[in-house]
């Protein structure tokens, strides 16, 4: 055997090493999804024995907060406030809220407090509304969504159906540019691989995902750990309060929400691209020997499977005959490990597909940005964010890069 066939060898054999058993850690990690519970249907009568108070966190929404408020005054029974708390927004957000509020007067206009030191705007936004709500539960929508007419009736229902002291749903995303359609799903298939699906069976609280547009929880639990203190300093807050949560005995869901809000976040993609990034690793709750873990799998089992399998079957079948394939055996598996992994990447498409309101071929061939989404996810994973929604944050360290 020759040098470069020792070397080739030597190759695929580490490459066998590694990928096989994140293979395994993969299909353990997708495999509750099998028996996920379907979206999450709208509740179009109202509910009176219950009673909810939405907060809304705004710092210059007036482009985007228009269809979120429309969604919100069209709401039945438990709403029963809606808290905008504004961070002294200079764009006209507070006169379209003040308008708002003259149309339904369960709409109600907050300014915070100056933020203290050691907190990130946004949470400091959802204490404070916190501090004034009224309701058994306290769901925070973020500006930018949509709700659909029996959101607040059908996350009660699910919330209670399910036994859970805390829940977020995970949206529809809309208005999406075909750019963003090409590279977004790939990077939100990160996010499945490493947390699960979306109303699968709650993973342990290291492992729970939630999503800040659509987060409720039993205000009474808020206040027993403090309001959203325990999130304070992280940029990925919503995960940050649902794992500590969770890790004191709370039980926290995880639902799909797609037929009952949708989100219009972005309006390109490198704005996309630069706003996931902040807190895309979950590095504020996630342990930093877990993130590389992670980075390794989306890297082994999402963007490394196709160009692999393709190179390895083009030499498989430029061989003639067939047993003149070099290391055949290493081949045949390192073709059905990276198989397996591009069939669960492809099937991945099929279960996504109800989270995007137009799809068309750009979210079809969105796998081919697998590795994009594999080196934001490290580009994000090796870098501590100090920037978001207008506010620098140069002095704040977070739990997860300390």
Sequence with gaps: MNLSGTFAQAVGLVLLVLQLPLL???????????????????????RTDTTVSVIVATLNEASRIGPCLDGLMAQLDPLCEVLVVDSRSTDGTQALVEAASARDPRIRLITDDPLPDGWVGKVWALDTGLRHARGEWVLGIDADTVPAPG????????????????????????????????????????????CGAAGATQPPPDRVLANGQCFVARRSLLQQHGGYAPARASFCDDVTLARHLAAHGARVGFL???????????VSLAQMWREWGRSFDLKDATPMWRRWLDVALVWG?????????????????????????????????????NGVALLVRLMMLTALRGSYAVRGWPFWLSFLSDIAAAWRLTLSTARTPTRWRGRQYDTLITDGAR
């Design 24 to 46: 395994l850690l993969l299909l353990a990690r997708l495999a509750p999804g099998r028996t996920r519970r379907a979206p999450i249907a709208p509740r179009l009568t109202p």
């Design 151 to 194: 959101l607040i009736g059908a996350v009660i229902d699910a919330v209670e159906q399910d036994g859970y002291d805390v829940a977020s749903f995970s949206p529809q995303f809309r208005d999406q540019t075909s750019a963003e359609r090409v590279v977004q799903p790939a990077m939100l298939v990160t996010l499945v691989y490493r």
């Design 256 to 266: 799909d929400g797609s037929r009952i809000i949708q989100v219009s976040a972005y």
């Design 301 to 337: 089992m999402q963007a490394v499977p196709l160009p692999l399998f393709i190179g390895l079957l083009s030499l498989w079948v430029s061989a003639t005959p067939i047993g003149a394939v070099p290391h055949q055996p290493l081949v045949q598996a390192l073709l059905l490990v």
